[in-house]
């Protein structure tokens, strides 16, 4: 979540992420001391819950094995340290005593001492990745938070005296626009932090020459640029929230051109040229070039 971001309008709780699923996108937005209590709760957690899987497993490892036959000592001891229910780590050293004891007493010794170190030492190994993988179901860097927009709605024009407040408002967005340009819109591999305020800090679009779209000798050079978007999803591209039955897609494909002067201006006398009837004495004369297409 960028500084950008008001916090205020952040959602805290349950919500889900589409864009990853039904099931991978359920996420709970916190602040930042939740969040630690969250992460210590789920390392208990996680100890508690494999140390009792480790127990259930080793104790009905036992229970199939005591068969009541006759059996040598290698086994009888086997059996005993089973019972004891001890850790991953016991297990895979006492195996490896009881095969150095038994190595030329019974048969088997190493296979028959083989499975239950092999045993031990798998389930160290996938608590150590469990361990690991628990600290990842937090996220405290560039996270996507879901933002509620109270104020969202199309922009009233007519408040205020002459638009004031929508011009001032407008001129904000303008302003705020043209610097996150510059930030962001740039051939970089590492942009600015703020540029993180979006799902993504740009958006793509591709660049070509492409023949003059206008009659002949409307470009100079008789060509022109074409800057295409391509299809662009309000989900990936623009950071909403909605089902795939609700997506929209679109492009915007714009083409541009320099276009001659010569022989299509006309200048005028700005005494002459209709302007705003709410202001109509001019102290000067000004004098503007009108493009003739």
Same mark, same amino acid.
């Given at each position: 979540?960028?500084?950008?971001?008001?916090?205020?309008?952040?959602?805290?709780?349950?919500?889900?992420?589409?864009?990853?699923?039904?099931?991978?996108?359920?996420?709970?937005?916190t602040d930042t001391r939740t969040g630690t209590l969250i992460v210590a709760l789920l390392a208990v957690l996680s100890s508690l819950g494999t140390a009792h899987l480790w127990h259930l497993i080793t104790f009905l490892y036992h229970q199939i094995r005591a068969h009541g036959l006759p059996s040598d000592g290698l086994f009888r001891q086997q059996q005993a340290i089973l019972r004891t229910l001890p850790t991953p780590s016991s297990l895979m050293a006492e195996s490896l005593k009881l095969w150095w004891?038994?190595?030329?007493?019974?048969?088997? %010794?190493?296979?028959?001492? @083989?499975?239950? +170190? *092999?045993?031990?030492?798998?389930?160290?190994?996938?608590? &150590?990745? =469990?361990?690991?993988?628990?600290?990842?179901?937090?996220?405290?860097?560039?996270?996507?938070?879901?933002?509620?927009?109270?104020?969202?709605?199309?922009?009233?024009?007519?408040?205020?005296?002459?638009?004031?407040?929508?011009?001032?408002?407008?001129? %904000?967005?303008?302003?705020? @626009?043209?610097? +996150? *340009?510059?930030?962001?819109?740039?051939?970089?591999?590492? &942009?600015? =932090?703020?540029?993180?305020?979006?799902?993504?800090?740009?958006?793509?679009?591709?660049?070509?020459?492409?023949?003059?779209?206008?009659?002949?000798?409307?470009?100079?050079?008789?060509?022109?640029?074409?800057?295409?978007?391509?299809?662009?999803?309000?989900?990936?591209?623009?950071?909403?929230?909605?089902?795939?039955?609700?997506?929209?897609?679109?492009?915007?494909?714009?083409?541009?051109?320099?276009?001659?002067?010569?022989?299509?201006?006309?200048?005028?006398?700005?005494?002459?040229?209709?302007?705003?009837?709410?202001?109509?004495?001019?102290?000067?004369?000004?004098?503007?070039?009108?493009?003739?297409?």
């Amino acid at each position: 979540m960028s500084a950008e971001l008001d916090a205020r309008l952040v959602k805290r709780g349950l919500w889900t992420n589409l864009s990853e699923g039904p099931i991978l996108g359920r996420t709970i937005t916190t602040d930042t001391r939740t969040g630690t209590l969250i992460v210590a709760l789920l390392a208990v957690l996680s100890s508690l819950g494999t140390a009792h899987l480790w127990h259930l497993i080793t104790f009905l490892y036992h229970q199939i094995r005591a068969h009541g036959l006759p059996s040598d000592g290698l086994f009888r001891q086997q059996q005993a340290i089973l019972r004891t229910l001890p850790t991953p780590s016991s297990l895979m050293a006492e195996s490896l005593k009881l095969w150095w004891f038994w190595r030329n007493k019974t048969d088997r %010794a190493l296979t028959r001492s @083989a499975f239950q +170190f *092999a045993t031990g030492l798998a389930f160290a190994l996938a608590t &150590l990745a =469990a361990s690991i993988f628990s600290s990842y179901v937090v996220d405290s860097s560039n996270i996507q938070v879901l933002v509620r927009g109270p104020d969202c709605g199309a922009v009233n024009t007519s408040i205020g005296e002459q638009g004031v407040p929508f011009r001032t408002y407008q001129g %904000a967005i303008n302003a705020f @626009a043209e610097s +996150f *340009a510059q930030d962001c819109y740039q051939n970089k591999t590492v &942009l600015p =932090a703020r540029c993180n305020a979006f799902v993504r800090p740009n958006i793509p679009f591709t660049k070509e020459r492409v023949p003059c779209p206008f009659s002949g000798g409307m470009c100079i050079g008789d060509e022109a640029i074409a800057m295409d978007s391509g299809l662009l999803d309000l989900n990936h591209h623009f950071g909403l929230n909605l089902q795939n039955q609700d997506g929209v897609k679109f492009r915007k494909r714009t083409t541009c051109s320099v276009l001659p002067l010569e022989g299509h201006t006309t200048v005028v006398n700005a005494t002459d040229y209709p302007f705003n009837p709410d202001h109509r004495s001019l102290e000067k004369n000004f004098w503007y070039s009108i493009m003739e297409i």
